[in-house]
Nanobody, 124 residues
């Protein structure tokens, strides 16, 4: 069992930065593929970024490439999402997700565990 708790969301002006954190409890974190998804009001939940269990593979949605960076610290059971050059269209609830099988896919269906989400609002 894995419990995920996100933090770091907030209100920021366009062009600003935020760093999201996702703290995990449970022994399988270090072997889990981790991802961030986001969901804007009235829209589907979409893949943002993912990182393999070892950290050797990272993947990004085209809309955030070059602006967002995902990383993990297995000693701290934490995954991060550094978000730079934020845009109003980045406004959404951001969710952390874990796939205990270790790999990363863009489909939300493969992730067994989810956090409660953290709101990110980017003003223009």
């Amino acid at each position: 069992q894995v419990q995920l708790v996100e933090s770091g969301g907030g209100l920021v002006q366009a062009g600003g930065s935020l760093r999201l954190s996702c703290a995990a409890s449970g022994r399988i974190f270090s072997s889990s593929g981790m991802a961030w998804f986001r969901q804007a009001p009235g829209k589907e939940r979409n893949f943002v970024a993912g990182i393999t269990w070892s950290g050797s593979g990272t993947y990004y949605a085209d809309s955030v490439k070059g602006r967002f960076t995902i990383s993990r610290d297995n000693a701290k059971n934490t995954v991060y999402l550094q978000m730079n050059s934020l845009r109003p269209e980045d406004t959404a609830v951001y969710y952390c997700a874990a796939n205990p099988r270790g790999w990363v896919l863009t489909s939300a269906a493969v992730y067994d565990y989810w956090g409660q989400g953290t709101q990110v609002t980017v003003s223009s």
